[in-house]
DNA sequence: CATATTTTGTACCGTTTCGCATTAAATTCT
DNA sequence: AGAATTTAATGCGAAACGGTACAAAATATG
């Protein structure tokens, strides 16, 4: 399924490193102020043949948050590894997600989604769609492991698993907002700590 | 230092109701997607009357955000009234929030700033700027009354008013991103009262 | 009333924007 | 080898962009 010869001239470009070029564009400047004359620079394809692969600017925004949802949830359900505690858990879903969003040249560029998403969501039903997917995807991995802290006592069987996953989710848009706003790493993981130890606080282990 | 009689042709418009109006452009679109002429019809303002009045696009941005947030300011602090248990408190900060992140048109508004300047902080030094002030200065507020809590024992004094106070905003900026994305009225008030059920939740009272 | 000063409205400027039309190049199929 | 097909590259073009020059209008001052 992978190298069926297709017939007229082969593309030059591989489209997963396309999209991750692009993907940065649109996470510093935005979906509205990035310019298909930026993509292009950035991606080192012209712009008919941007057009051509992906479609049009929204399209191409679109697949970049796509691929960023997937490796986030991917990331996401390795943090999750039940073999850890529930803790332990929630300190690696927010450490990975500063690695992520503390990694900026001039200034943190926070989650993709919700710091260039967001804006758009409003105007651009697609964006919306794919944003409160992303958002509700998220809840419910985290939810499922709340569940399984129920059953097993980490979690007291009075707690709301999928409002603790809610809040767990909170904690993580903070930092992403909070991380473009210019806050400094050790604020951002003293929140996370104290989000950590504030959810998983009516677990008596 | 109201009614100076200035010399030259007086102004036909309010600045304030000016204000006001751009803001709501702002609010829907967000910076970049928001043009000259957009703003200027919002307004009734001719381009060269906005660009006296108010400096360059960035200017009026910059002035609508501010405005936002010294309103947001006077409204946290009568929500925070120390006459009411730290857990009404709260639940009148988030009260109010949604009861302006949810009027929307289309789709919910959200906060304008984090809804909009998030996606500016990274390129507009100025941007960012405004935006790390807003959310410290509401963490701030917040934790003022936080400390009052663990001094009248609303709180035990083993809590960490400053945490307590980020995380407080921490469902805020949750909640501003989640109405943005589409979430409903009633799921935001569920994140709402399970966050002060959490943040409260060390309080016996 | 004349002058100075500020705001308003029209029109315009150079640039950038997105998208596409067209042609050249590279590969497969016959 | 030649036809068919897909991609690459150049360049165009109409529209929108932010910002401003300039003249007309409206007020205060002398």
Redesign the pocket.
């Given at each position: 399924m992978k190298d069926e010869?297709?017939?007229?001239?082969?593309?030059?470009?591989d489209a997963k490193a396309t999209l991750a070029k692009a993907r940065d564009v649109f996470w510093d400047r935005g979906f509205a102020a990035?310019?298909?004359?930026?993509l292009s620079a950035a991606t080192n394809?012209?712009?008919?043949?941007l057009?051509?692969?992906f479609g049009?600017?929204?399209d191409l925004y679109l697949d970049t948050l796509e691929g960023y949802r997937q490796d986030g949830m991917y990331a996401l359900a390795q943090a999750l590894d039940p073999s850890l505690p529930l803790r332990d858990n929630l300190a690696r879903v927010y450490e990975g997600a500063l690695a992520v969003y503390l990694h900026g040249e001039t200034a943190a560029r926070g989650c993709l989604l919700i710091g260039t998403a967001t804006v758009e969501a409003v105007e651009r039903e697609r964006v919306r769609e794919v944003l409160g997917r992303s958002l509700s995807d998220f809840d419910g991995e985290i939810e499922k492991r709340m569940r399984l802290a129920v059953e097993r006592g980490e979690l007291p069987e009075s707690a709301d698993p999928q409002m603790l996953a809610r809040l767990a989710s909170a904690v993580m848009h903070s930092l992403a907002v909070r991380a473009r706003a210019g806050d400094s790493r050790e604020t951002l993981e003293a929140i996370a700590r104290s989000g950590v130890e504030l959810i998983c606080g009516s677990a008596r282990s």
């Open positions: 010869k297709k017939r007229g001239r082969p593309r030059a470009f990035a310019s298909l004359d930026n394809l012209n712009r008919p043949s057009y051509g692969a049009d600017k929204e």
